[in-house]
């Protein structure tokens, strides 16, 4: 693949001439140091420290968090640059691995931590000598926040932690998880949303344990299972008020699916332009496929749907970066952009043949890590009831 970073076929009149610059020297970062070993890293289920100092050096991990905390405090479409270049390596586990790191296990701390919690978390996360991983899903809880069961019981100034998580992204290597537990019980008249509280929990401290779970997608991103049995952390590992944990996922929420959204853009159209060129380079009734009309105009449509969603998604990172609670919007982006590189996925795997079959083809992996973006960060099922309840239930 070039470095050079060719504009889409439709501008985006979000972005300037700066984030294009941008894009250029991240393409280039990421074809040179991170592309080369990505097929590796999805084989071991796992990234090494190396990447992650290495994008903490080129300043890739902080994008959106303030320069106090280490961060570089860009404006939303540098991160909407970077995720759609994130997307565009092809490579699910890489991707959504980096995007959790930024964009949801550091997040919570930049914008709720304490000075403490940020000197000693964040700043380390963003030089990449540290790795985030969120932990909210459990055995029997994923969007139904009211169903979470894991505890933190006070004892002096411990918070004593009990509980399961399931499906944490970074899981097998981050050095600590994010995670949600109950700070309260609870009472006639009160939401069982009102006692939820973020807090810090190590990886090495005693009572955690950690076990793989084996994933058929995103594998570079260690998807783990996380058991908490009497995990003892300071009280000062809390994330801003205790039983305001409900709030700060709802807000953080909205950015975990429109980075999913982003990546998935990027994603589709790494993946079109890959099957163009295989399109290209075969020949077939004295034509090439990408000749036969049939097939260039099943292209053309996918390319226009790709477009109309890019614009979409960029839309909805404009209404974000001035509400932060854009539930709408961001529900939005990430249903169509993850159900269209979903069908992206499944339609280029067909145009490639049998060679698409393949367990190693890049075109299988990418079905497999396409169908496992339209369940993360809320089903699409899940997005459809959110916008059904916006566009009509509220309206009467």
Same mark, same amino acid.
């Given at each position: 693949?070039?470095?050079?970073?060719?504009?889409?076929?439709?501008?985006?009149?979000?972005l300037?001439p700066?984030h294009?610059?941008?894009?250029?020297?991240?393409?280039?970062?990421?074809?040179?140091?991170? $592309?080369?070993?990505?097929?590796?890293?999805?084989?071991?289920? &796992?990234?090494p420290?190396?990447?992650?100092?290495? #994008?903490? $050096?080129? =300043?890739?991990?902080?994008?959106?968090?303030?320069?106090?905390?280490?961060?570089?405090?860009k %404006?939303?479409?540098?991160?909407?640059? *970077?995720?759609?270049?994130?997307?565009?390596?092809?490579?699910?586990?890489?991707?959504?691995?980096?995007?959790?790191?930024?964009?949801?296990?550091?997040?919570?701390?930049?914008?709720?931590g304490?000075? !403490?919690?940020? !000197? +000693?978390? #964040?700043?380390?996360?963003?030089?990449? !000598?540290?790795?985030?991983?969120?932990?909210?899903?459990?055995?029997?809880?994923?969007?139904?926040?009211?169903?979470?069961?894991?505890?933190?019981?006070?004892?002096? %100034?411990?918070?004593?932690?009990?509980?399961? @998580?399931? *499906?944490?992204?970074?899981? /097998? *290597?981050?050095? *600590?998880?994010?995670?949600?537990?109950?700070?309260?019980?609870?009472?006639?008249?009160?939401?069982?949303?009102?006692?939820?509280?973020?807090?810090?929990?190590?990886?090495?401290?005693?009572?955690?344990?950690? +076990?793989?779970?084996?994933?058929?997608?995103?594998?570079?991103?260690?998807?783990?299972?996380? =058991?908490?049995? =009497?995990?003892r952390?300071?009280?000062?590992?809390?994330i801003?008020?205790?039983?305001? /944990?409900?709030?700060?996922?709802?807000?953080?929420?909205?950015l975990?699916?429109l980075?999913?959204g982003?990546?998935?853009?990027?994603?589709?159209?790494?993946c079109?332009?890959a099957?163009?060129?295989?399109l @290209?380079?075969?020949?077939?009734?004295?034509?090439? #496929?990408?000749?036969?009309?049939?097939?260039?105009?099943?292209?053309? %449509?996918?390319?226009?749907?790709?477009?109309?969603?890019?614009?979409?998604?960029?839309?909805?990172?404009?209404?974000?970066?001035?509400?932060?609670?854009?539930? &709408?919007?961001?529900?939005?982006?990430k #249903?169509?952009?993850?159900?269209l590189?979903?069908?992206?996925?499944?339609?280029?795997?067909?145009?490639y =043949?049998?060679?698409?079959?393949?367990?190693?083809?890049?075109?299988?992996?990418?079905?497999? %890590?396409? +169908?496992?973006? &339209?369940?993360?960060?809320?089903?699409? !099922?899940?997005?459809?009831?959110?916008?059904?309840?916006?566009?009509?239930?509220?309206? /009467?």
């Amino acid at each position: 693949m070039t470095t050079q970073a060719a504009p889409s076929p439709v501008r985006s009149p979000y972005l300037t001439p700066e984030h294009d610059a941008f894009r250029h020297s991240v393409r280039a970062f990421l074809q040179q140091r991170i $592309a080369p070993h990505a097929a590796e890293w999805e084989r071991g289920r &796992t990234m090494p420290r190396s990447a992650w100092r290495a #994008l903490g $050096a080129e =300043g890739l991990l902080g994008l959106n968090h303030p320069v106090s905390a280490g961060g570089s405090g860009k %404006d939303i479409f540098h991160s909407v640059v *970077f995720l759609e270049e994130l997307g565009r390596l092809g490579f699910g586990g890489v991707r959504f691995a980096v995007a959790l790191h930024s964009y949801m296990g550091t997040s919570y701390l930049a914008a709720d931590g304490s000075a !403490e919690l940020r !000197e +000693r978390f #964040l700043r380390p996360a963003v030089a990449g !000598e540290l790795v985030a991983a969120l932990a909210i899903t459990e055995p029997q809880a994923g969007s139904d926040l009211a169903r979470l069961a894991s505890t933190a019981r006070e004892e002096g %100034d411990d918070l004593v932690v009990d509980g399961e @998580k399931r *499906f944490v992204v970074n899981g /097998g *290597f981050a050095d *600590f998880f994010v995670t949600a537990v109950r700070t309260g019980s609870p009472t006639a008249g009160r939401s069982a949303h009102q006692d939820l509280s973020l807090l810090v929990v190590e990886r090495d401290r005693a009572g955690v344990t950690v +076990r793989p779970n084996d994933c058929a997608a995103w594998r570079a991103s260690a998807v783990a299972d996380v =058991g908490l049995r =009497g995990v003892r952390v300071p009280r000062t590992h809390l994330i801003g008020r205790r039983n305001s /944990g409900f709030i700060q996922i709802m807000k953080n929420m909205q950015l975990e699916r429109l980075a999913a959204g982003i990546t998935a853009v990027g994603a589709a159209e790494e993946c079109l332009e890959a099957t163009w060129r295989h399109l @290209k380079g075969r020949e077939a009734f004295e034509s090439t #496929l990408s000749g036969k009309q049939a097939v260039r105009h099943r292209m053309a %449509d996918l390319l226009t749907e790709l477009e109309a969603t890019r614009q979409l998604v960029h839309h909805a990172a404009w209404s974000y970066a001035r509400d932060p609670l854009s539930i &709408t919007a961001c529900s939005m982006a990430k #249903l169509k952009a993850t159900e269209l590189s979903r069908t992206v996925a499944e339609e280029c795997q067909r145009l490639y =043949g049998a060679e698409g079959f393949c367990e190693d083809a890049a075109v299988a992996r990418a079905v497999q %890590d396409a +169908r496992a973006a &339209t369940v993360a960060a809320g089903a699409s !099922e899940v997005m459809r009831d959110i916008i059904a309840q916006a566009g009509y239930d509220e309206r /009467g």
